[in-house]
């Protein structure tokens, strides 16, 4: 009798898969290209390719009892249908269907920031909360609610873009097209985006030399290795992203008062003072009492949250773990 489960983290540049045994230990796992601009059908064959990878390393006979899958953009949880997904170029796409029709598996469909959020406060940073939030900062701004000790959707599904609360309605353009979201004042993107004006002005020489010398391949981490040398540009730059986090952080907190939030993706490696700024703004903006009460943490589990998360998923569907 199978006693193994597929986790996988789909997302516009890799297909992250693991398979799992009950007790959520990863006894395989396969990173690979997506490939996403070849088509859906593509990308559900490299999905498929990789779920018998890790069965053959695992030494795994039979099927998986269940698969649990991240996926980005907005989409619906029950019937497993990606409404839009921009980096795989996917709309409408009935993901969950068309793996159980492939695998003959259950499947179970999650946005892939929720998954991230399930796996801190299953496996990592978040461990012990009761109410978590999850925030990613990297590209984009991402993020997760656990309240109560369960996911929380909201009406649509759509629960947790923490990007896309506005910080400064007079700020730069998101890609939404709102202006001033969180993602759009203290992303990595907008790190960078406030290097390439900087220096457009004839400033930041030394974010310039971190890049190579290309205006073009400035970076959130060109901006990071000139802070980390001294410049003072740059860090003005990471402080001001630090401090919009902040506001941001803020508002949550007042709002849902939670125990733990946890802050992960790569842009909060910038360095110190982007944590710095954040927890000052913090200490200015929060009710004294819901500040006191929550822990402010860094995700523990970096790329992997979204796959362990996926994994947790899986063992859900098996009826292996109560249903968060």
């Known amino acids: 009798m199978s006693r193994f ?18 007790e959520g230990n990863l006894l395989a796992e396969v990173k690979v290209p997506t490939e996403a601009g070849a088509g859906t059908r593509h990308v559900i064959d490299r999905i498929i390719q990789t779920v018998a990878q890790v069965q053959r390393e695992a030494g795994a006979d039979g099927p998986a009892v269940a698969l649990g899958i991240g996926a980005p953009g907005p989409l619906n949880v029950s019937t497993g249908v990606v409404y839009q997904a921009p980096n795989l170029g996917w709309h409408d796409v009935p993901l969950k269907s068309l793996l ?3 695998l003959q598996v259950p499947v179970a469909v999650e946005n892939d920031a929720n998954l991230a959020a399930l796996g801190e406060y299953m496996c990592g940073a978040g461990r012990g909360a009761k109410d978590m939030v999850y925030i990613t900062v990297s590209t984009g701004v991402g993020g997760g609610l656990i309240l109560n000790g369960r996911l929380y959707h909201g009406t649509g599904y759509g629960a947790g873009e923490i ?8 700020g730069p353009r998101c890609n939404c097209g709102n202006y001033g979201c969180l993602e759009a004042v203290a992303s990595g993107t907008a790190m960078a985006r406030e290097a390439r004006r900087l220096v457009e002005g004839g400033g930041g020489k030394a974010i310039l030399e971190a890049a190579g010398g290309e205006r073009e391949a400035i970076t959130a981490g060109a901006v990071a290795r000139a802070a980390a040398a001294g410049d003072r540009e740059a860090g003005e730059i990471i402080a001001g992203a630090g401090r919009m986090l902040g506001i941001g952080v803020a508002g949550i907190i007042n709002l849902l008062n939670p125990d733990t939030v946890v802050l992960g993706g790569g842009a909060m490696q910038a360095g110190p003072l982007l944590w710095e700024a954040m927890e000052r703004e913090i200490d200015r903006r929060a009710l004294k009492k819901s500040r006191e009460q929550v822990r402010l943490v860094p995700a523990a589990l970096g790329s992997r949250s979204g796959l362990l998360g996926a994994v947790v998923l899986a063992r859900q569907q098996a009826g292996w773990l109560k249903t968060t």
């Open 163 to 170: 990007g896309h609360i506005t910080i400064d309605p007079r």
């Open 5 to 22: 489960v597929i986790g996988v983290d789909l997302g516009g540049t890799k297909i992250y898969t693991a398979l799992a045994d009950r």
């Open 100 to 102: 159980e029709e492939r």
